[in-house]
């Protein structure tokens, strides 16, 4: 399993830390930048992130910025991208169950490191649905 990382200024050290979290569980990570904290443009970095999921280069991908919101409306342009961004457990659980967000979203200036972590491994651990919500998301997937 690949997982897609790309991350603004606002969104780095949140990444840093999943990042670390999601090595210890054995996930391979393919960090897209950026990589100091020098003030970037986070629609080039959640656009690479989200090419790299509806591309098959990655299984899923993560973003972040300061809030989560620029990053994952750049990350939702791409074609057969479904970025959530969640702010507690039962959103991610709800993300992946009925949205099967492929890209999951975070606010660096938002959510703490250790709810972030809990949040990640909710969406990681659930599991997509089907059934009414896959007619959704291939609805979505059509747009
Ligand atoms: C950058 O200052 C900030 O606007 C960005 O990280 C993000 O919060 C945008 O949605």
């Keep these: ?58 299984d899923l991908g993560m973003v972040f910025c300061g809030t989560g919101i620029g990053i994952s409306i750049a990350a939702n342009k791409v074609k057969g991208v479904r970025c959530a961004l969640c702010t507690s457990v039962e959103m991610a659980r709800l993300a992946k169950q009925h949205n099967n967000a492929n890209v999951l979203a975070l606010g660096g200036r938002t959510t703490p490191a250790d709810l972030a972590i809990e949040i990640t491994d909710t969406w990681l651990d659930s599991e997509f649905e089907g059934g009414r919500h896959l007619r959704r ?3 979505l997937d059509e747009m």
């Design 137 to 139: 998301t291939n609805m």
């Design 1 to 58: 399993m690949i997982i897609a990382v790309a991350s603004d200024h606002g969104g780095l050290e949140l990444k840093k830390a999943v990042k670390a979290h999601l090595a210890e569980r054995g996930y391979k990570i393919v960090d897209l930048g950026t990589d100091t904290p020098d003030s970037v443009d986070y629609p080039v970095y959640g656009k690479a992130c989200a090419e790299a999921v509806a591309g098959g280069k990655a």
